[in-house]
Structure formats: structure tokens, C-alpha cells
T-cell receptor, first 116, second 122 residues
Framework: AQKITQTQPGMFVQEKEAVTLDCTYD???????LFWYKQPSSGEMIFLIY??????QNATEGRYSLNFQKARKSANLVISASQLGDSAMYFC?????????????FGSGTRLSIRP | DAGVIQSPRHEVTEMGQEVTLRCKPI?????LFWYRQTMMRGLELLIY????????DSGMPEDRFSAKMPNASFSTLKIQPSEPRDSAVYFC????????????????????FGEGSRLTVL
């Protein structure tokens, strides 16, 4: 069974510093996708970044990058030069690809607070 | 293009009443998911559909919960009778399939979320 673990319930980071949010996953499949979503206090879920299990290079999207270590089954999100607007809940998620129908499960989330 | 549309945005009801939450997925998406979010339990997958067919409803908490998808553009999540512990934000999300892409990678199959329905059962 697939599982996502986020071990950091909350983090405080100084503005402009880089921050790494941890995510480990468990799956027996070879084909899967990993996602990070941001949920600000307003409640909407915002897609940030995606990494496919076959991708050899780490995904990057602007200030977001995904540190993908397949052997360790980890997919940490790195936010460079943090901003006050980065304060939010961050969720790691995984989707197994064994058919055209597959579910997406989420970790418990990390609440990131950026200090000015 | 319109995103995933959920209604109502807020619902306050009394214990024992029936609650129906509605969702219109993004046109062309063939997978639809219902999640429940609470402080205690985080984001729980309740049920998901593929091509209007329920694939996995193992997350539905009990028989009081039911979900339908009569066509590709509409889904409902019903709670009957509702209880205070059902109070939560219910998210609907839709996606394209995550399948191997032509260039050897994977099509992402990312989820597109609605704004959620905040349910309070008194």
C-alpha cells in the first residue's frame, strides 16, 4: 500500500532563507508521480511541482525545486529565498501509475511560517 | 476555462439532516476525487471515480456517506443523516490520467481542486 510521510508538523524560517520540507513515500510500484501542493490560510489547494519516478533530473519551478532521491524514497521540497507569502501548509502527495485510474494520497502536511 | 466548481461553499445544518455536496469537474478530465480535510485527520481520500465509475470507496467513513457520478460533468457526495463529527472541508478535485508519456516520462495527472465546501453540523 502506498504511504506518504511528512515528519515536520511545523517550521519557522527567516525571510530570504532557503527551506527544505521533508517527504518520504512508500510504494511497491515502479511508475509513480510525486506532487507538492500549497494551501494558504485562504484554503485553496495550489499545485507547485511534480516529479515523475522516471525523471532523472530534479524538477524545478521558479523558486521551488524537488530533491528527488529514489533509492531513499524521498521527495523533499526546497524553497529558495523564502518570502512572507510562502507561509502556508504544504502537502506532499503521490500517485501510482498502474492503470489509467489511480488514486492520489497526501501526507499530513507541514505548516511553514516565514518570519520577517 | 472554468476550474472545478463546488457548491455550496458553506453549509450549516443540524444533526440528522441530509447534506448534499456538488461538484462539476474540469471538462475533459476523466478522474474525480472527493477528499475530506479536518485538523485531526488531515486530507483523507473518500472516493474516486474514473470515467464516471467508482474505483475505490474504501475511504468512505460509513454507510451514511454515498457518492455518485451520473455523468462526466457532475458528481455528488451525500451524507444522510449528518453528525457533528462530519464537520469538515470537503474538496472535490479532477484530473487527467497519469500515464506513461510518449517521450518516456509520465503525464503528470495533477489534481485540480475546487475551492471546497465547508460543512458544519450542529
Amino acid at each position: 500500500a502506498q504511504k506518504i510521510t511528512q515528519t515536520q508538523p511545523g517550521m519557522f524560517v527567516q525571510e530570504k532563507e532557503a527551506v527544505t520540507l521533508d517527504c518520504t513515500y512508500d510504494t511497491s510500484d515502479q511508475s509513480y508521480g510525486l506532487f507538492w501542493y500549497k494551501q494558504p490560510s485562504s484554503g485553496e489547494m495550489i499545485f507547485l511541482i511534480y516529479q515523475g519516478s522516471y525523471d532523472e533530473q530534479n524538477a524545478t519551478e521558479g523558486r521551488y525545486s524537488l530533491n528527488f532521491q529514489k533509492a531513499r524514497k524521498s521527495a523533499n521540497l526546497v524553497i529558495s529565498a523564502s518570502q512572507l507569502g510562502d507561509s502556508a501548509m504544504y502537502f506532499c502527495a503521490m500517485r501510482e501509475v498502474y492503470s489509467s485510474a489511480s488514486k492520489i494520497i497526501f501526507g499530513s502536511g507541514t505548516r511553514l511560517s516565514i518570519r520577517p | 476555462d472554468a476550474g472545478v466548481i463546488q457548491s455550496p461553499r458553506h453549509e450549516v445544518t443540524e444533526m440528522g439532516q441530509e447534506v448534499t455536496l456538488r461538484c462539476k469537474p474540469i471538462s475533459g478530465h476523466n478522474s474525480l476525487f472527493w477528499y475530506r480535510q479536518t485538523m485531526m485527520r488531515g486530507l483523507e481520500l473518500l472516493i474516486y471515480f474514473n470515467n464516471n465509475v467508482p474505483i475505490d470507496d474504501s475511504g468512505m467513513p460509513e454507510d451514511r456517506f454515498s457518492a455518485k457520478m451520473p455523468n462526466a460533468s457532475f458528481s455528488t457526495l451525500k451524507i444522510q443523516p449528518s453528525e457533528p463529527r462530519d464537520s469538515a472541508v470537503y474538496f472535490c478535485a479532477s484530473s487527467l490520467p497519469s500515464v506513461p508519456g510518449e517521450r518516456g516520462g509520465l503525464e503528470t495527472g495533477e489534481l485540480f481542486f475546487g475551492e471546497g465546501s465547508r460543512l458544519t453540523v450542529l
